[in-house]
Nanobody
Framework: QVHLVESGGGAVQAGGSLRLSCAVSNNFKVSACWGWFRQAPGKDRKAVAAIDDYGTTMYAESVKGRFLVSRDRAENTLGLRMNSLRPEDTAMYYC?????????????????????WGQGTQVTVSP
């Protein structure tokens, strides 16, 4: 069972930066997609960014140019660097791994593609 644990969330002012990290254990050797999702209170969980094991990345329009997703295979971690944060970025952030073989082509992989999830880390951005 793949195990994911997020860290790095916190409270910042608008314009600030945070770096989220996701520690991965018990990964299996099938090329995967790795995603970051966020969920604000009362709203659906939405994809923010993704990277596959070939290094292809994809971002939601709302975070393009501000967020950077990365994968360190040696350390077995997934990262999300968030710059120029806005109050609307406030949410619980989750990392996820695809259930099966996955590569990123033209769009962010949908939530249904992912079968392994972390517990989340809270990001709060004040005006």
């Amino acid at each position: 069972q793949v195990h994911l644990v997020e860290s790095g969330g916190g409270a910042v002012q608008a314009g600030g930066s945070l770096r989220l990290s996701c520690a991965v254990s018990n990964n299996f050797k099938v090329s995967a997609c790795w995603g970051w999702f966020r969920q604000a209170p009362g709203k659906d969980r939405k994809a923010v960014a993704a990277i596959d094991d070939y290094g292809t990345t994809m971002y939601a329009e709302s975070v393009k140019g501000r967020f950077l997703v990365s994968r360190d295979r040696a350390e077995n971690t997934l990262g999300l660097r968030m710059n120029s944060l806005r109050p609307e970025d406030t949410a619980m952030y989750y990392c996820a791994r695809s259930m099966l073989y996955c590569v990123i082509t033209e769009r962010l992989p949908p939530r249904s593609e992912y079968g392994y999830w972390g517990q989340g880390t809270q990001v709060t951005v004040s005006p």
